[in-house]
């Protein structure tokens, strides 16, 4: 009862300010995802929203309680909030998703100072989750990749392991490494305790038509825009292949964009935009 009070009671409080304006002067809007928000009223909102819940968080731990430290990791997560919002230029899906997860972190960071328990063992499982790895030989994971891919490398370095929050990452697993592709497997997984929820497919432009396919090539992430990158190269200097970017909307992986470079002249460019059109 007492969490569902004070969570009511912060929403009241940031709600109050969504009249007034964006936390900085929409007249001096200079950079893309800074326009974005200016000229769109659900962007707005949202945007008054963390900035009241940031000042009331900032005003209580500096007058009253720091609670344990707050003071600092507030402002380390309010720089982070602001690169991701960056990131996301002027797409509007993007910065509405950077919008309500900060908003969802601020609230715990007031049940936090509130001296909310429940909260702070939520804390400490997003930190149990920063030392999840999918490298660990108990990863049942492994076992089912090996199964798929019988001649994946067995270095244990090959693995990469993207933490999405949540009691969520994603295993990337190598299936196969050639001279200059690595071709990977992507797999959900619990970060409670390492179980596979399911294996990840990413959508591709092919022929006009998007499908979706399990193997990805040369792939990295984005912990702060949650955007896997993948470069399928044409030959070892890079200079022609196909660039995809996708993005995860919390359920699954969608496609952000794909170029292509047919011609491998040595030159840098140009890429040729397949999707979107």
């Known amino acids: 009862m007492k969490r569902t009070f004070l969570m009511a009671s912060v929403l009241l409080l940031a ?94 960071r007031w049940l ?10 939520s804390g400490d499982a997003a930190e149990s989750e920063r030392h999840f790895s999918c490298r660990s030989p108990d990863m049942s994971v492994r076992a089912r990749h090996k199964m798929q891919c019988p001649d994946a490398p067995d270095d244990p370095e090959v693995i990469q392991t993207w933490i999405l929050g949540d009691g969520r990452a994603i295993c990337a697993l190598p299936c196969f490494m050639g001279a200059y592709n690595i071709v990977t497997h992507a797999y959900l997984v619990d970060t409670d305790n390492g179980t596979l929820i399911r294996q990840l497919s990413f959508p591709m432009q092919e022929n006009g038509k998007l499908i979706r396919m399990e193997e990805i090539v040369s792939p990295s992430f984005d912990a702060m825009t949650r955007i896997v990158m993948s470069f399928n190269r044409g030959r070892g200097l890079g200079d022609c292949g196909v660039q995809y970017r996708w993005q995860w909307d919390g359920l699954r992986f969608q496609l952000v964009e794909q170029r292509k470079k047919d011609q491998c002249d040595g030159k840098p460019g140009p890429w040729h935009q397949v999707y979107p059109k």
């Open 112 to 121: 936090r100072a509130m001296g909310d328990v429940e909260a702070e063992r």
């Open 15 to 108: 709600f109050t300010s969504v009249a007034t304006a964006q936390s900085y002067d929409c007249r001096k809007a200079v950079t893309p995802d800074e326009v974005a928000v200016c000229s769109n009223t659900l962007l707005g909102e949202l945007d008054d929203v963390q900035a009241d819940l940031y000042r009331r968080l900032r005003h209580y731990t500096m007058n009253f309680d720091n609670a344990m430290g707050l003071q600092a990791q507030l402002r380390n997560e309010a720089r982070a909030f602001l690169r991701r919002r960056a990131a996301c230029g002027a797409d509007p899906v993007c910065l509405e998703k950077v919008y309500r997860t900060r908003i969802r972190q601020l609230l715990k």
